[in-house]
Every structure is written in C-alpha cells, then in structure tokens.
DNA sequence: ACTAACATGTAAAGCGTTACATGATTTA
DNA sequence: TAAATCATGTAACGCTTTACATGTTAGT
C-alpha cells in the first residue's frame, strides 16, 4: 500500500490548506503567529497571504485531519502558551501527493486599479492619473520588497525553490510597474486626441 | 441635497456589486445571463468573472437598494419570461460617487503555478516543468484573445476606457508568456547546477 | 425524437475576512 | 504607569462557488 501512495488521490483539501501544510513542510516547528509572518514574507508576492484567523482555522483542519501534529509550549512559568505545529509523515505524503498529481487551477487577478479605468467615464481625467500613478508606485514598492526578500534568502541551498519564486516576483512587480506606465502613456495619448477632436468640432461648428 | 451627491460616502456595497453596476452604467438593459456573458468577454481578463449565481445575488441586492430596476420580458406566448435590468438615476450617481471616491484596494494575484514552483521539493523535475509549459501557453491564449476581443471592439467611441483595459490585458499576458519562460530557464538552469555539483561530489567522494 | 447547448434561476456549503477578546512585552 | 505593539486566539458575518432544478432552442 504505501507503495502505491503517489497513486492515490489528493486530500479534499482546499488550496489555503496546502498552502499552510507546504509551509510547515520544510520541517520547522511552528506557530500559527510564525506561519503568518513567513507567508507575508514569501507567499504574497504571488499568492494572497490568508489572514490570522484564517491560518489558525487551516491548523486546526490538519490537525484534524492528520497531516500536523501540535503541542502547547509555555516559554516561562506563568507566561502565555503557545501551540506549535509540526508536519507529520502522513502530511508530507498527502503534500507530496497533491503537488505532483493535483490539477493546477489558473492564476486569478483581481486588479481594482483595472476596473476604475474600465469604468473611466465614471470618473474624473485626474482621478484616473492619480490612481496609475500610486499603482505604479506600489508596483514598485513591492519590487524592491522582493529584492529585499531575494537578497535574504540567497545562497540558502534548502531554498533554492522559493528563491526561483522570489526571482520571479520580483520581475512580476517590475512588469507591473512598466504595464502601469504604459497604461498612463495610453490614457493620455487618448485623452489628448478626444480633446483635439472635440476642439475641431468646436471650431467647425 | 443633489449638488453634494459626490461629496457623500460610498454605499457599502462589495467590489462586485460595483462591477455589476459598473456593467450597467454603459446603458443597456441587460438579463444576468448577458451580464454574466459580457463579463467573460471584458472583465475577466483583469477582474474575475462572478458565477452566474453571484451575478443574480447581486441584480437583486442592486435592485432592493434603488440602484436598478428590473422588468420581465416575455418575448413570445408560451416562451420563457426573462428579467431585464437597467440602472437607475440613484444607481449612476451612486457608481459614480464609487467611482471618483472610494479607496483603491491593491490587486490580488493567487497564482497556483508559482505556488507549485515553490514547493517544487516536493515534486519531480519534469512535473515542475511540465505545469510551467502548460501555464505559458495559456498565458499566450489568454493574450490571444484579448487581441481578438480588443480588434472587435476598436473604433467604438463610447468604449475607449475599455479598450484601454483590453490593451493593457494584452500587455499583461504577453508579459505572463515572458515570465513564464523565464522562470522555466531559471528553473533548468539551477537543476543543471545541482547535477553537476551532485556529480562533482560523486567524483571526490 | 434525441441530444447538446442555451438560458434562468435557487439552495446549500464552505472559504475568508473583520471585529472582537485576551494577555504579555516593550517603550515613553 | 500608560500606551503601543506583539501574540494568540474566537465568533460572526458575508462573499462566492458548486450543485441542483427547470425550461427552451437548435441541431442531427
């Protein structure tokens, strides 16, 4: 039987689950508090970090379904416990399962800077500037972040993966920020010919 | 009361009951199945296309709060009857209010694929590049049609934000194409290293 | 006549967030 | 010692999808 484990189907797990069991599947001990810190640092820049409680729901659902253990650790006498998790091995092969055998579903983008533009004629020629102008600028922030994030985790060799991914990020921001450049060039270009013509008929009529 | 309309708060209402609206502000009288329709052809390259349940949730919620009215259709004896919606005064000056003054939330990517890549630890190499080859072809779909939606609606006057949307969408998944291919390069090149290091040991040890 | 695709919805289940509650630790 | 921040959770709410139900139209 645990021959035939890649055979198997993967877990019903939803995508957040697998997402939180790959963190812990790098072998460390770790809270819910730490989970969420180091998917801020690595996860969102191309997966949306899940909120607190939310990371908190999926231990509970691992746990639960035997892919983590957990125990409570208290530092000092009298100090708060903490509950730390831990994969197990019938988690790493559930993780190694759906990584090699589930579906990959495709990227979604919900870009509200996008929909404002396409709803243009709604708004005012300098709100629009405004908004591309500070998505650019955050387009940018996040590049230097994952930079940063990139520098840190070099010459690590267990993380040769994640630092393709950073690699990758990085340059995603990095096209962001010329797409929101180009997108700026092009509204006023168009701006500037609606302009012209409405002065032409203005001056025909 | 009126000439302060764009000074007042938003409603509360989620991004995609905007989206919807915003669908409506271009005029039309529209049934869920042409909302629905119409948002796979522009939207979705940008924003997510809402489920044709969530689009019906979200006429009625538009329509219980004033910003749209609705009538059905019965286009023969004995056929089906349809409702139509069409947006309301309140409703374009309420989408209008959004439009000029809400906050603009940042874009959110969920990207399975780099979220494979990064647990490519658990994966075998080809698995790793197999799943990136698929999702740069769809990249390059994805471009294609947005090429193709942009070429049918080019030269409409009243679209010109929406064909600036559809350009950038180009733009955007060309660039996805170009990551893709350039994680997959990153991705052989650091194997071919680790084989060879794998080998350099071998021969020493 | 049968099938597939078009069309219009409803209901239930689950994902994910915001708001809240609580206590420890640091800083002013 | 007061405030701010770190840290660990819970509970309620609302968004979104999947599955289901139903009827119509067009092709074969």
Redesign the pocket.
């Known amino acids: 039987m645990a021959d035939h484990a890649d055979e198997e189907a993967p877990l019903p797990?939803?995508?957040?689950?697998w997402a939180v069991l790959g963190l812990l599947s790098f072998g460390a001990e770790l809270?819910?508090?730490?989970l969420k810190?180091w998917a801020d640092a690595s996860l969102r820049y191309f997966y949306?970090?899940?909120?607190?409680?939310?990371i908190?729901?999926e231990l509970?659902?691992l746990e639960a379904a035997g892919c983590a253990t957990s125990r409570?650790v208290t530092?000092?006498a009298?100090?708060?416990?903490?509950?730390l998790y831990r994969i197990t091995d019938a988690g790493l092969a559930a993780v190694r399962t759906w990584a090699r055998q589930a579906p990959v579903d495709p990227p979604m983008l919900k870009h509200p800077p996008l929909l404002r533009l396409w709803l243009g004629h709604l708004a005012e020629a300098d709100d629009l500037r405004g908004t591309l102008d500070a998505h650019r600028a955050d387009a940018e922030r996040l590049r230097a972040r994952a930079a940063a994030d990139l520098a840190l985790a070099a010459d690590e060799p267990d993380w040769a993966y994640p630092l393709l991914a950073l690699r990758w990020s990085e340059r995603y921001y990095a096209a962001q920020a010329e797409l929101a450049a180009g997108l700026r060039a092009d509204l006023d270009a168009m701006l500037a010919a609606r302009g012209e013509r409405r002065a032409t008929r203005a001056d025909q009529g």
Chains 1, 2 share one sequence.
């Open positions: 797990l939803p995508a957040t689950s809270s819910g508090y730490d810190k949306w970090s899940p909120s607190f409680s939310q908190y729901a509970r659902r409570l530092p000092e009298g100090a708060r416990p903490k509950r």
